[in-house]
Nanobody, 126 residues
Framework: QVQLVESGGASVQAGGSLRLSCAIS????????MAWFRQAPGKERDGVARMLAGDSSTAYADSVKGRFTISRDNAENTLYLQMNSLKPEDTAMYYC???????????????????WGQGTQVTVSS
């Protein structure tokens, strides 16, 4: 079973930047879609960004477009989320997710993803 381990969460001031990492336990060409989600206290887990493994195409939630960038390093088996111009409303637990089906990349819906990491906390202060 593929495992995902996030890191890089921290407390930063508004306007700052962070880069989250998601280490994948083993290389597998069967992973078709990878994504980042976030969940603030008392709120639903929402999709932030996703990447289709086949062509590395990406998609973002409207709230992060132009500020966040999802990328991957195949040699390091790592998925990244570069977050710039952070806002207090970006405060949340951030989760890495993956699935074996490219269908999961059609929309950023949490129930489409089979594999999840444990999360890393991002706190943005004003």
């Amino acid at each position: 079973q593929v495992q995902l381990v996030e890191s890089g969460g921290a407390s930063v001031q508004a306007g700052g930047s962070l880069r989250l990492s998601c280490a994948i336990s083993e290389y597998t060409y069967t992973i078709a879609c990878m994504a980042w989600f976030r969940q603030a206290p008392g709120k639903e887990r929402d999709g932030v960004a996703r990447m289709l493994a086949g062509d590395s195409s990406t998609a973002y939630a409207d709230s992060v477009k132009g500020r966040f960038t999802i990328s991957r390093d195949n040699a390091e088996n790592t998925l990244y989320l570069q977050m710039n111009s952070l806002k207090p409303e970006d405060t949340a637990m951030y989760y890495c997710a993956a699935d074996y089906s490219s269908f999961s990349c059609r929309k950023l819906l949490k129930h489409d993803y089979l594999i999840w990491g444990q999360g890393t906390q991002v706190t943005v202060s004003s």
